[in-house]
T-cell receptor, first 115, second 116 residues
Framework: DQQVKQNSPSLSVQEGRISILNCDYT??????FLWYKKYPAEGPTFLIS?????DKNEDGRFTVFLNKSAKHLSLHIVPSQPGDSAVYFC??????????????FGTGTRLKVLA | EAQVTQNPRYLITVTGKKLTVTCSQN?????MSWYRQDPGLGLRQIYY???????DKGDVPEGYKVSRKEKRNFPLILESPSPNQTSLYFC???????????????FGSGTRLTVV
């Protein structure tokens, strides 16, 4: 049962345009959401995060939007650059009522920015 | 340089031969975790540790053990590896994340394990 879903395995965008990567989660106990970028042969690197008390967080070209009622978050990259070509993972974190702690990643979206 | 160091980067082993993948971080992070990455499945958490001597199971702990005897090290132990444990493994560390804006994991470079 995939609790964090990235339904688009891949995305191609022209350089300079906006890239929008989407992520859905199923459990409202998650209260912190993150995006990571991964290049081949490297570990993921942290990009940007948002806590559930906010609906937007911005850092340079990267903006994360959170829609709690829809259990949906998105990452916007504006403008997209060829160096942004990578696999992007969203992640959700939270302490559940059972006392367990979960930090779950989605399956990733491969972004290709075309020059 | 602040980093998470995993060793080895590549390992081919035979079924049943015990192995350990080491992980060390130099950032004084409390939280450490192991993930495996498989095609189509993303990153799945194996075990995590909130602090020294505190470990807990993630989503796919079967066949793995961990220990956290000191803050900087978090080795992953496969007592009797099987072919279904062939995967790309990542160690990660962080300060405690709750309520901390714009702070995520620092990941190691990965260990590609093949069990034949």
């Amino acid at each position: 049962d995939q609790q964090v879903k990235q339904n688009s395995p891949s995305l191609s965008v022209q350089e300079g345009r906006i890239s929008i990567l989407n992520c859905d989660y199923t459990n409202s106990m998650f209260d912190y959401f993150l995006w990571y970028k991964k290049y081949p042969a490297e570990g993921p690197t942290f990009l940007i995060s948002i806590s559930s008390i906010k609906d937007k967080n911005e850092d340079g070209r990267f903006t994360v939007f959170l829609n709690k009622s829809a259990k949906h978050l998105s990452l916007h990259i504006v403008p997209s650059q060829p160096g942004d070509s990578a696999v992007y993972f969203c992640a959700a974190e939270g302490f559940f009522t059972s006392g367990t702690y979960k930090y779950i990643f989605g399956t990733g979206t491969r972004l290709k920015v075309l020059a | 340089e602040a980093q998470v160091t995993q060793n080895p980067r590549y390992l081919i082993t035979v079924t049943g031969k015990k192995l350990t993948v080491t992980c060390s971080q130099n950032m004084n992070h409390e939280y450490m975790s192991w993930y495996r990455q498989d095609p189509g499945l993303g990153l799945r958490q194996i075990y995590y540790s909130m602090n020294v001597e505190v470990t807990d199971k993630g989503d796919v702990p079967e066949g793995y053990k961990v220990s956290r005897k000191e803050k900087r090290n978090f080795p992953l132990i496969l007592e009797s590896p099987s072919p279904n444990q062939t995967s790309l493994y990542f160690c990660a560390s962080s300060f405690k994340l709750q309520g901390r804006d714009n702070y995520g994991y620092t990941f190691g470079s990965g260990t590609r394990l093949t069990v034949v």
